[in-house]
T-cell receptor, first 117, second 115 residues
Framework: DAGVIQSPRHEVTEMGQEVTLRCKPISGHDYLFWYRQTMMRGLELLIYFNNNVPIDDSGMPEDRFSAKMPNASFSTLKIQPSEPRDSAVYFC???????????????FGEGSRLTVL | AQKVTQAQTEISVVEKEDVTLDCVYE???????LFWYKQPPSGELVFLIRRNSFDEQNEISGRYSWNFQKSTSSFNFTITASQVVDSAVYFCALSTHSGYSTLTFGKGTMLLVSP
């Protein structure tokens, strides 16, 4: 079975440029998450969707960040304009609803390593 | 608010040694879930285990075992007879009954297993 697929794996861009990261969740999963990982802050939840609807975006750093999930098999995370402090590994993950609202395990993609010069 | 503390930043062992990775958590909720994830050098995060707060039985899976103790708010992970392929960063995580927004990861412990 295919896991969570992210693209690009690596992105190097210049400050001020728009960056778009893409994610295809595991088929049948109804939750999708965007995480950011840095040495300083560790793993941070940016936003997550349930059935394509954003549920919690309180982790999105600022208005430069936006995420969409137009259908069950695709999501994007966009940074516009990008800044050097956005350099990080961005992970997409998906999960399946568990009874009683419990937290199921997350299946992570391989990550997109972003470097903003 | 909840918190996960992995006090060991880095551990180095020689192959075949046993090693325990510590995880201490804080939460006011009585229903919560604990996780361990592995991040090998290739970068992806791999799910290892999920336990809920009502199940304190220890679990063993091959060379891996987990010791959950509510009395000390700990969920420690032991690798028996470590192997070089176990080299990775290991993350402990906690979420409450309130759902995914509460999922909190520790800072991780880097395990280096040398031949």
């Amino acid at each position: 079975d295919a896991g969570v697929i992210q693209s690009p794996r690596h992105e190097v861009t210049e400050m001020g440029q728009e960056v778009t990261l893409r994610c295809k969740p595991i088929s049948g999963h109804d939750y999708l998450f965007w995480y950011r990982q840095t040495m300083m802050r560790g793993l941070e939840l940016l936003i997550y969707f349930n059935n394509n609807v954003p549920i919690d975006d309180s982790g999105m750093p600022e208005d430069r960040f936006s995420a969409k999930m137009p259908n069950a098999s695709f999501s994007t995370l966009k940074i516009q304009p990008s800044e050097p402090r956005d350099s990080a590994v961005y992970f997409c993950a998906s999960s399946v609803f568990s009874r009683g609202g419990s937290t199921g395990e997350l299946f992570f993609g391989e990550g997109s390593r972003l470097t903003v010069l | 608010a909840q918190k996960v503390t992995q006090a060991q930043t880095e551990i180095s062992v020689v192959e075949k040694e046993d090693v325990t990775l510590d995880c201490v958590y804080e939460t006011r909720d009585t229903t919560y879930y604990l996780f361990w994830y592995k991040q090998p050098p290739s970068g992806e995060l791999v799910f290892l285990i999920r336990r809920n707060s009502f199940d304190e039985q220890n679990e063993i899976s091959g060379r891996y075992s987990w010791n959950f103790q509510k009395s000390t708010s700990s969920f420690n992970f032991t690798i028996t007879a470590s192997q070089v392929v176990d080299s990775a960063v290991y993350f402990c995580a906690l979420s409450t009954h309130s759902g995914y927004s509460t999922l909190t990861f520790g800072k991780g412990t880097m395990l280096l297993v040398s031949p």
